[in-house]
């Protein structure tokens, strides 16, 4: 049975929370990743931000909703959830962007495992951490070598 340290990807890409917005936009366009892990100096995990977190910043500035309900308007969103948003849409440094404390896994979760959560969670990046240390990444691109045949690798 594959576990993560068998699929995942050793040299890993990280941006800190300081990192400029544009610069983590180059780094994943230039070396074709949907997400890189952000750590903090002393290389400690703190967020994700991926092709998805970047794409906000383009979309439409999002509106309350509201019910009417006998002459009393109910707010279908909360302001904290627009805020957050906005925040995003805003965002020039990775830590405003980033999602923090994303879903990780360890070096000896199976691959099965793996593949389950990155579905039920709809989440491309996933971090390998040891001991909470970062020490690989494993992508969509890795779960789908393991499909291919090992002659064709």
């Known amino acids: 049975m594959l576990k993560a340290r068998d699929i995942m990807s050793r040299e890993v890409t990280t941006v800190y929370p300081d990192t400029e917005v544009i610069q983590a936009a180059n780094l994943m366009l230039a070396k074709h990743l949907n997400g890189l892990p952000v750590v903090d100096r002393e290389g400690r995990l703190k ?14 500035i999002p509106l309350p909703s509201y019910f009417v309900l006998l002459d009393s308007a109910i707010q279908l969103t909360t302001s904290h959830e627009v805020e957050h948003v906005i925040k995003k849409m805003a965002a020039t440094k990775v830590a405003d962007a980033m999602t923090p404390d994303p879903v990780a896994v360890d070096p000896e979760t199976s691959l099965e495992d793996i593949a389950t959560l990155m579905v039920e969670n709809a989440i491309h990046t996933v971090p390998v951490l040891d001991n909470g240390w970062l020490v690989g ?17």
């Open 47 to 60: 967020g994700i931000i991926c092709q998805s977190d970047l794409m906000v910043q383009q979309r439409k």
């Open 137 to 153: 990444v494993i992508g969509k691109e890795d779960i789908l070598r393991t499909l291919m045949p090992a002659d064709k690798k």
